[in-house]
């Protein structure tokens, strides 16, 4: 059977309004050709020098669409070297080998990259499955290609095992970083195989369809590649949640269909004339939104209209150009100020820029405006793709005349997030780990930037607190520090930063000062996090309890606030406290395990709790403890929603049908669409616990809800 007619998206999308839809199927129609000119080219010998093979004109042509003047005949010899190669390989679809990269350097092509990617990516499975070389690979084609080729070659399973799958990730992240194009390249090989993927087991689907959603899909945003983002997460959406995926795609085909009214055309129409009337030169054009986005509107909005189904985008030449467009349509038209955004005078950290608002139509509909230059949209749409090589100059992206203060040429394909990512990444030892801290990091939906006490500015995950600030700051000398000011005012180390704060970090003048167990409570970046685990692994009497006079066992009831009871049976030791550790929130009956703590208390944690490995690794004994007879207790869940009006009311309505008592509770600012809810509830019986969660992951709009488990 063949992939396509086994692909997870329904052929009813093919069909639908959105271009990039349409776009999809005409390139599925070109990847057939591709296959039966791959399958005869295999037989019918080599094409002329002179021309290219029919295999490739396809790219070919979305090549010079981009890049008139490319020289196609680095392209050619690539071709040959990679279709003969290959040969005799075929597809668990039955399609030879070939129609893979082709596919992949096609996605490419038609996003602008140029011709090294092209070439590396015709090439990047032949040094990982074929008898090609890298040495070989670098003498035909040049370092710059051999470098990107080996960037996406997976490790040796044989060497790795099960670690062979993140530490692939760690080389081609590591890779990314001296080459954007290496990731340029990964993502168009995952957007292809997902395309393909329904040839595959149920259960390999889910597979790889969560990796995607965990780390490629963030990186593709990161990078500002949103044609390859957004088809990545309506196949993703398709395998993992096939019911809702029907659901939306039902909702656009109704309203899509013949017959329906087109409500965003009328206002793009209205719109355009406004626009000619003030002597604008602009192209309006409905740009209706993908799978996800729309789902993700219908549970913020409940019930859909005609408008909701698209935005308008709006592109003009210049960057003053689109703020005089900004001025007519609200002249023009009631503008919903709450709705405006200029991520012109402040992109966002993926290079993105345009200008958002949204406008009532005298019917009343109310519609989205994006507002943009072309340049801005094709960085929009390509985001790194778009910017070449950062070894050179990309025309009309980048500025070679930028530099930075150290008088170096800024390079916007290595912002700093990635940067980030590439500091820590080096300190984590272990394959688990670095996985385990690569999703964490890329879960993190927005930055903010904090302002230092010497004038310049820290990029942070949202949700950072002075001691991620210290390590993001400092490295290692932040183990030394002492405390913080936060806008001028002392402040904990744990206090959590907002956006604009001025910190400043006190750090001690005694080298061998070092972090206590405690802040990794307060760490939240795997930066800060795993240098302070080294730390402490490395100074374990740093860790240990203090020495005391031994004295008869004793059982010792937990504090009062945690609501349910522990005891401990302590091996000698005085009377201690003991409470709940506040990383996983333990409660009856969960099975637990105790630790000492710096003080003399005991801090009772879920066995299957990350710090459970922490403690031990650091030789830490463990405590024994137990629950009491008292069944209540207290528990910080984390709701993961879709932003909606009533949202925060309907969650408290289910939490006190349920019998629970709100304690606390935080709400992040949203982001995409996103929101997160921390509840801290006191329960009167431990059991309904299961109970509540399922109740709170009923309410329309709550994707997941979880028990507090910091890593």
Partial sequence: ????????????????????????????????????????????????????????????????AHHPEADLTVLRRAYVLAESSHRGQFRKSGEPYI???????????????????????????????????????????????????DGVTKVEKIDYGAAAEPETFRKMLVATGDDVRVMSIKLADRLHNMRTLGVMRP???????????????????????????????????????PEEYEATRALIADATGSGSPDALAAVAEHVGTVLREADIAAEVLVRPRHFVSVHRVRLKRG???????????????????????????????????????????????????SLHTAIAAPDGAVAEVLIRT????????????????????????????????DGERTDPTRPGWLARLLDWQESAPDPDTFWSSLRADLA????????????????LPAGSTCVDAAYAQHAEAAHGCLGARVNGRLA????????????????????????????????????????????????????????????????????????????????????????????????????????????????????????????????RAAVPVRWGDAAHCRVTLVAESFGRPGLLADLTEAIATAGAEVVSATVEPPSEQRVRHTYTLQ?????????????????PGVYDVARTHRL
């Fill in 444 to 459: 993190e939906d927005h930055e903010i930037t904090v302002f230092r006490a010497d004038g310049g500015t820290l990029g």
């Fill in 99 to 149: 129609t893979h990269p082709l596919a992949v350097t096609l996605i490419l092509a038609e996003l602008g990259a140029e011709t090294t990617t092209l070439t590396a990516s015709l090439l990047h499975d032949t040094v990982e499955d074929t008898e090609v070389t890298l040495d070989q690979v670098r003498r035909e084609f040049g370092d710059e290609v051999a470098y990107l080729v």
């Fill in 683 to 699: 329960l009167a019986d431990a059991a309904a616990l299961p109970a509540l969660m399922r109740a709170m992951r009923e309410v």
């Fill in 492 to 619: 904990p180390l744990g206090t959590v930063l907002a956006d604009g704060d001025t910190v400043h970090l006190l750090l001690a003048q005694d080298a061998g000062s070092g972090p206590s167990p405690e802040w990794l409570d307060h760490a939240r970046t795997p930066a800060a996090r795993i240098a302070i685990t080294a730390w402490l692994q490395a100074h374990p009497e740093a860790a240990a309890p203090p020495a005391a006079a031994p004295r008869p066992p004793l059982s010792v009831a937990a504090d009062r606030s945690s609501g349910a009871e522990l005891h401990a049976d302590l091996d000698g030791a005085p009377a201690a406290p003991v409470r709940p550790a506040g990383c996983c929130t333990p409660v009856p009956p969960d099975a637990i395990t105790g630790f000492r703590v710096r003080g003399g208390a005991v801090t009772a944690h879920r066995t299957g709790c990350p710090a459970v490995d922490v403690m031990r690794r650091l030789g």
């Fill in 303 to 353: 019930e859909l209209r005609g408008c909701d189904f698209g935005r308008l985008l709006v592109l003009v030449a210049e960057d003053a150009d689109c703020y005089a467009v900004l001025g007519e349509l609200h002249t023009c038209f009631t503008p919903l100020i709450s709705e405006f955004k200029d991520f012109i005078a402040a992109p966002k950290f993926n290079l993105y820029q």
């Fill in 1 to 64: 059977m063949s992939a396509e007619a086994t692909n997870p998206v329904s052929a009813a999308e093919t069909a639908a309004t959105d271009p990039r839809v349409r776009r999809r199927g005409r390139a599925r129609l070109d990847l057939r050709r591709i296959g039966r000119a791959a399958l005869l080219g295999a037989t019918a010998g080599p094409a002329p020098r002179d021309r290219l093979p029919d295999a490739i004109s396809h790219v070919a042509e979305a090549h010079r």
């Fill in 203 to 241: 259960e390999k689907q889910a597979r790889i369809a969560k990796v995607t959603r965990d780390v490629l899909i963030p990186l593709a945003e990161r990078l500002g590649v949103q044609a390859l983002k957004t088809e990545l997460e309506d196949l993703v959406f398709a395998i993992l949640h």
């Fill in 374 to 405: 072309h340049r801005m949209h094709k960085v929009a749409e390509a985001g790194v793709v778009a910017l070449g090589s950062p070894l050179g100059t990309a025309p009309d992206t980048a500025d070679p005349s930028e530099t930075a203060e």
